[in-house]
């Protein structure tokens, strides 16, 4: 698998590639497939990933979940949608799925091995712009962004993974240093900072990392040395290395957090030939997994769409 690095330093360089450790074989990934294959015409934006080696990707077009196995790239359609987008998606230790409902205003939760929906929150109630986009699962809540208000849906979870009732939805509106630029995409990709206190979510028009207080929705903009994340979209958190795809200029931006992350230090880019204006990204073992959404081409029935893992 060709993984390309862009540090800021030879000597960032020559730590990530481990240029004095001798050459050993990485077995790692052996039955993992480098790029898989989604339907034609899917649209796919959001991605999950279990325990085991399978993914869950969501349409754009009608709200299906495809299940991909990442060892053979095999997989089918196992959940039909309502009609309207999935987009970010997560799955809890259950094993369903938590699904951003885009402009619909909606969160869902879908159970993959029946294909029922389980639960539908609606978080918007007038007819004002909404995109409903990404979500993350902490211990005691699911929370949501919207990237057309100024914003996190807060959707209580039970202690025994039950789930809550659709009224018990608390709107947190963002403040502190969040600034909302009309008309454009804002809030989009959110993860837990490294020590599980706050969230972390991704202004995609301003280019900027906020740390938000989940108890009073301020935002502290997060210090990553200069460095910009315009266009950032889906995160990914493992320990304390944040992953931001930047989808537009088709790579991964890679971040070492502090623990409270209201620091990060910029480590490099992940990027790749087969990637073709991603959109979220899933760990799985080493990789990383990311959606092939091509905002940048016209979408037809036949359009071809994909996944590529990338080397961590």
Do not use: C
Not at 54 to 83: N, Q
Not at 181 to 204: H, K, M, Y
Not at 224 to 238: F, I, R
């Amino acid at each position: 698998m060709k993984r390309r690095l862009t540090a800021v330093a030879a000597g960032i360089l020559a730590l990530t590639f481990g240029a004095s450790a001798p050459a050993t074989a990485d077995h790692r990934h052996d039955t993992l497939e480098d790029h898989i294959d989604l339907p034609n015409g899917f649209q796919p934006e959001g991605i999950a990933v279990g325990r085991g080696p399978t993914a869950w990707v969501g349409s754009l077009v009608d709200g299906d979940i495809y299940e991909a196995d990442l060892r053979t790239g095999e997989g089918e359609v196992v959940a039909e949608g309502p009609g309207t987008p999935s987009v970010g998606l997560k799955v809890d230790r259950g094993g369903r799925l938590w699904v951003a409902g885009g402009p619909a205003g909606e969160g869902r939760v879908v159970d993959p091995r029946t294909g029922k929906t389980l639960a539908t929150y609606d978080f918007v109630d007038d007819a004002a712009p909404t995109f409903v986009n990404d979500v993350v699962l902490t211990p005691r809540a699911a929370w949501f962004t919207d990237s057309s208000r100024a914003a996190l849906y807060r959707v209580a979870r039970g202690h025994h993974g039950d789930l809550a009732d659709p009224a018990r939805v608390t709107v947190v509106p963002l403040g502190g240093d969040w600034v909302q630029v009309a008309g454009q995409f804002n809030a989009n990709g959110i993860e837990q900072t490294p020590d599980g206190r706050a969230l972390l979510v991704v202004n995609t028009i301003r280019g900027e990392l906020y740390r938000v207080d989940p108890r009073t929705g301020d935002a502290d903009r997060v210090d990553l040395g200069g460095t910009s994340v315009l266009n950032g979209d889906g995160l990914v958190l493992e320990g304390r290395t944040l992953y931001v795809v930047e989808g537009l200029d088709n790579r991964v931006a890679e971040f070492r957090l502090n623990r409270q992350g209201t620091e990060g230090r910029f480590k490099g880019y992940l990027t790749d030939d087969d990637l073709d204006f991603p959109s979220t990204a899933a760990a799985f073992r080493g990789s990383l997994y990311l959606v092939n959404a091509r905002f940048s081409t016209t979408p037809t029935p036949d359009t071809a769409y994909w996944l590529t893992r990338l080397d961590r």
